[in-house]
């Protein structure tokens, strides 16, 4: 028996000695199962992804997500010189605000995606952590050298995810304001057990919940206390991957890469701003307003795979004479759907909702439809909504 | 009646001409919630070492060996309900098939329960 494929490992392109994680030995004694990713020993999985999956849905789970590069950066013209590397307004973006963005190459395709937030001295941002030291050479190498970028690797960041998410945080946390004034996209200063910690409401598994960035050396402090809390428990990358895929949440390195561009992912909203379309000084910008007008060749669409066998990463889309005209970029069972789901690139003359699927993997036939996402609907909490 | 081991986790047990194959509970619990079984059809002639049977759990596809060689004659049908039975019942009812062997000799290179469980303790 053996490892055909592997959806939320990965392998790393070059071996070199694996880091750790700040809480790698709390991770240890609490029975996470750790395997190689990003170029860190992460925790996969503790009681089993089914289970945790199904906490997070109901309850709420902390997640480990250090492996992500948080950066800040600050000097004069910030706003005005990382808007020639990212198509986002960030002139628009108030203290407090968050956004998700792209780092663009000079052809439009995606070099990473990334969160970030208008700090009082300057722009906190949270990349992919397989990413990172490519992102922070690109930044350098197209920012003047005014512009500081500061690498927070002594800082930890953790996700607490789930309808409960909030009464449990809630618990802990002192700050200015109430965590309630927090609502989906906004971040701010705040201390869990005198511990200082900046808190968005945010993170990617389509819930409601927070990301809390933490002194790495007071990371295990706040980990216990919200683990000490009847509604959380630890989750691992396992069922990170399957919630991120029902919440029609693409991740880097699958479903978004160089040959990707925003419009293709159906991140039309990275490009939303009117301000921006009309300079059009983005990365890529002629292309991807192009295609924003016209369509793209190719567009992710969500599929619900019929039978019970998944459908994984790699998998071809067919067509009619059994040419490959498509290939899928995620997929997996899916534990809330209760069914094998995956998101694939396929032309857009067959991104209809309702279009039916030919996929081919492991030399088997599967049959699918093209279906709205998210697949499971998003749990945010929203300005202006009601609780 | 005795059960033999793969270093890739199928257990085979021989009970007369019939052996029955599946995975091994250490097996099951690398792989974690299993979603998914596809089991070879009866008749098909298999030889030792080559892909015979399909294992997915939550992350992962994995293929299972014909720890010998021989023909199928029967897939576990319960395991297309209830996929889970394999990490409920790995060396019970959760078997993959059933197979007749074209030459017993070949369990000799399988290792034992107990060579098994050494093997097991030190990865």
Redesign the interface.
């Known amino acids: 028996m053996t490892d055909t494929s592997d959806t939320t490992t990965g392998k790393p392109d070059f071996v070199e000695e694996l880091m750790l994680l700040p809480l790698d030995a709390w991770h240890r004694a609490r029975g996470g199962r750790m395997v190689p990713f990003a170029g860190y020993e992460m925790p996969v999985q503790y009681e089993g992804i089914m289970a945790e999956h199904q906490w997070v849905r109901e309850s709420a789970g902390l997640f480990d997500v250090s492996h992500m590069g948080q950066l800040l950066l600050s000097g004069e013209n910030l706003d005005a010189e990382l808007e020639k590397l990212i198509p986002a307004d960030v002139a628009g973006v108030a203290v407090g605000q968050q956004k998700y963005s792209l780092l663009l190459a000079e052809n439009g395709g995606i070099l990473d995606d990334l969160m970030f937030s208008r700090w009082p001295g300057g722009i906190y941002m949270v990349v992919n952590g397989a990413c990172k030291w490519d992102d922070i050479a690109h930044l350098r190498e197209h920012l003047p050298d005014a512009i500081e970028i500061n690498h927070m690797d002594e800082h930890a960041l953790l996700a607490l995810q789930g309808p409960k998410a909030f009464d449990a945080l809630n618990r802990h946390v002192t700050g200015e304001y109430p965590l309630d004034a927090l609502v989906f996209m906004k971040g701010g200063k705040f201390e869990i057990g005198g511990v200082p910690v900046y808190i968005s409401r945010s993170g990617y598994t389509g819930e409601d919940g927070f990301e809390i960035s933490i002194p790495a050396d007071q990371a295990a402090k706040v980990a216990d206390l919200l683990c000490g809390e009847p509604e959380v428990k630890p989750i691992g990358l396992g069922a990170r991957d399957s919630l991120r895929l029902e919440a029609d949440l693409p991740l880097y390195g699958h479903d978004l890469d160089p040959e990707t561009t925003p419009i293709m992912a159906t991140l039309n909203f990275a490009v939303a701003s009117k301000r921006r379309r009309a300079e059009a000084n983005f990365p890529g910008a002629e292309r991807i307003l192009h295609e924003r007008e016209n369509g793209p060749i190719q567009r992710r669409v969500g599929l619900i795979v019929e039978g019970r066998q998944p459908v994984r990463e790699g998998a071809l889309v067919l067509d009619d004479q059994g040419n490959e005209v498509g290939r899928v970029t995620s997929g997996g069972f899916a534990p809330t759907v209760q069914k094998p789901i995956a998101m694939a690139y396929v032309p857009t003359a067959m991104a209809q909702i309702g279009t039916r699927v030919t996929l081919s993997q492991r030399g088997k036939i599967h049959h699918g439809e093209v279906v709205a996402m998210p697949f499971v609907p998003h749990n945010y909490v929203r300005q202006g909504a009601s609780k | 009646m005795s059960r033999y081991f793969t270093e890739?986790?199928?257990w085979i047990e021989l009970d007369g001409e019939i052996a029955t194959v599946g995975?091994t509970d250490y097996?099951q619990s690398q792989l974690?919630?299993i979603?998914?079984v596809?089991v070879p059809e009866d008749g098909k002639e298999v030889a030792k070492g080559d892909d015979a049977a399909?294992?997915?759990?939550?992350?992962?596809?994995?293929?299972?060996?014909a720890p010998v060689s021989g023909t199928v004659v029967e897939g576990n049908a319960a395991l297309?309900g209830e996929?889970a039975l394999v990490n409920s019942d790995p060396e019970g009812d959760g078997w993959f098939f059933k197979m007749t062997l074209s030459d017993t000799s070949e369990l000799d290179s399988l290792m034992n329960e107990s060579a098994y469980a050494e093997f097991v303790s030190k990865l």
């Open positions: 890739d986790h199928e995975i097996a974690g919630d979603v998914f596809e399909v294992v997915e759990s939550v992350k992962a596809a994995s293929d299972v060996y297309e996929p």
